[in-house]
């Protein structure tokens, strides 16, 4: 079946240092791919998607291109903050129209000030 | 603007009891999804509804888990005789339905613990 892999963590990184975190996916077709973030007490919250190959989702400052010779979807960064610091998790929603989401296990970023 | 909602945000209770949970999505969403997120983990599909038509479930529900979207507008989730196994956070999300782009939007969820 499908399924996404993330780079574990916990990731610490100091205040202003490039951030990548790792997502690579199993999937048949061309499914849609997102990524979302869960700060302390919250819920998941959209960061960025990208529905077709080659596609370069974008928000707050994080990047993410849809790769599909590689099938991966890695979450950038330039200069991270303090209040980047949080969970994120990586999903993929299959081809084929009405299907729930598949998401990895998360990765836990600390940004130390 | 309101986003999705869920009651309670915690709930305590014995191994034994019945639970229920609500999700109130945002408005013109006709998509509900349930899901299932334990420690350290992604969330986990339980069941969605189109409307109030019940569409798919995941063999993660159990016979004692049963989930409701009456009129389809807000979802009911019911655990039935709750074990240890079921402490968890549940999470409701909502979509407008529209294809590959449809964006699920997430509730703060519902976490259980089950003494």
């Known amino acids: 079946g499908d399924s996404v892999t993330q780079m574990e963590g916990p990731v610490t990184l100091s205040e202003e240092a490039f951030l990548t975190i790792n997502c690579t996916y199993t999937?048949?077709?061309?499914?849609?791919l997102f990524w979302y973030v869960q700060y302390p007490g919250e819920g998941l919250q959209l960061l960025l998607k990208?529905?077709?190959?080659?596609d370069k989702g974008s928000n707050k400052g994080f990047e993410a291109t849809y790769r599909k010779e590689t099938t991966s979807f890695h979450l950038e960064k330039g200069s991270v903050q303090v209040s980047d610091s949080a969970v994120y998790f990586c999903a993929l929603k299959p081809a084929g129209g009405n299907t729930p989401l598949v998401f990895g296990k998360g990765t836990r970023l600390s940004v130390i000030a | 603007d309101t986003g999705v909602s869920q009651n309670p945000r915690h709930k305590i209770t014995k191994r034994g009891q019945n639970v229920t949970f609500r999700c109130d999505p945002i408005?013109?969403?006709?998509?509900l999804y349930w899901y299932r997120q334990t420690l350290g983990q992604g969330p986990e599909f339980l069941t969605y509804?189109?409307?109030?038509?019940?569409?798919?479930k995941s063999r993660l529900l159990s016979d004692r888990f049963s989930a409701e979207r009456p009129k389809g507008s807000f979802s009911t989730l019911e655990i039935q005789r709750t074990e240890q196994g079921d402490s968890a956070m549940y999470l409701c999300?909502?979509?407008?339905?529209?294809?590959?782009?449809?964006?699920?939007?997430f509730g703060p969820g519902t976490r259980l613990t089950v003494l």
């Open positions: 990208a529905t077709k190959a080659d």
């Open positions: 999937a048949t077709g061309y499914p849609s």
């Open positions: 999300a909502s979509s407008l339905g529209s294809g590959l782009a449809d964006t699920q939007y």
């Open positions: 408005s013109e969403h006709n998509r």
């Open positions: 509804f189109q409307n109030e038509a019940q569409l798919e």
